[in-house]
């Protein structure tokens, strides 16, 4: 069936630095990639989301970069904050199509 | 955040117990969803109901059995589960998962399950 893995499982990087969280998708034809933050006792809430139809997004610190011929695509945090620690979750979908989920990276930011 | 609420938050139950959860969402949105979450795995989807209609059951087990009165409520009946569903259970929704919909699906807060 159709999968998204997700790497690293866990990133630990020191404050201020930057952090990419990396997935791949199998299913060719997925054009919704999106990019969900769960704090520790909380709910995930989407925090960037990108379609096939452009190669990156930016939304402040956070950015997300699509290859759609590799077939993954990737988070990327600068100057991270304690605030950022939390599980990331990558998805994938296509059109009418339930979202395939990553397994999630733990973020840790080092003070 | 109010758009999902879920209750009860909490709940722990015996094997032989029949409980239920319940999930409403303020959104408007058609679509409503049933995910398990369990420690290091990714997010499970369970059901999903589209219009009140269930349109996907990922071979979940019996011992499950939603419910969908309407596009603002679901509810997730459990009977004689088993103590390897202990977990998380979050609901969602999305406006209807169509080609030209964003697909953004919006979380409650979850139900944390123990099954003893």
């Known amino acids: 069936g159709e999968n998204v893995e997700q790497h690293p499982s866990t990133l630990s990087v020191q404050e201020g630095d930057s952090a990419v969280i990396k997935c791949t998708y199998s299913?060719?034809?997925?054009?919704?990639f999106p990019w969900y933050k769960q704090e520790l006792g909380k709910r995930p809430q989407l925090i960037i989301d990108i379609r096939s139809n452009v190669g990156e997004k930016k939304d402040q610190r956070i950015a997300v970069t699509l290859n759609k011929t590799a077939k993954h695509f990737s988070l990327h945090i600068t100057e991270t904050q304690p605030e950022d620690s939390a599980v990331y979750f990558c998805?994938?979908?296509?059109?009418?199509?339930?979202?395939?989920w990553g397994a999630g990276t733990k973020l840790i930011i080092k003070p | 955040e109010t758009g999902v609420t879920q209750t009860p938050r909490h709940l722990v139950m015996g094997m032989t117990n029949k409980k239920s959860l319940k999930c409403e969402q303020h959104?408007?949105?058609?679509?409503m969803y049933w995910y398990k979450q369990s420690a290091k795995k990714p997010l499970e989807l369970m059901f999903v109901?589209?219009?009140?209609?269930?349109?996907e059951n990922n071979s979940v087990p019996s011992r499950f059995s939603p419910e969908c009165p309407n596009s603002s409520h679901l509810f997730l009946h459990l009977h004689t589960l088993q103590p390897e569903d202990s977990a998380l259970y979050l609901c969602?929704?999305?406006?209807?998962?169509?080609?030209?919909?964003?697909?953004?699906?919006?979380f409650g807060p979850g139900t944390r399950l123990t099954v003893l």
């Open positions: 998805a994938a979908s296509r059109s009418n199509y339930q979202l395939i």
């Open positions: 959104l408007g949105h058609n679509a």
């Open positions: 969602a929704s999305s406006q209807n998962p169509g080609p030209t919909s964003t697909d953004t699906q919006y």
């Open positions: 109901y589209n219009f009140k209609e269930q349109t």
């Open positions: 299913d060719s034809a997925s054009n919704y």
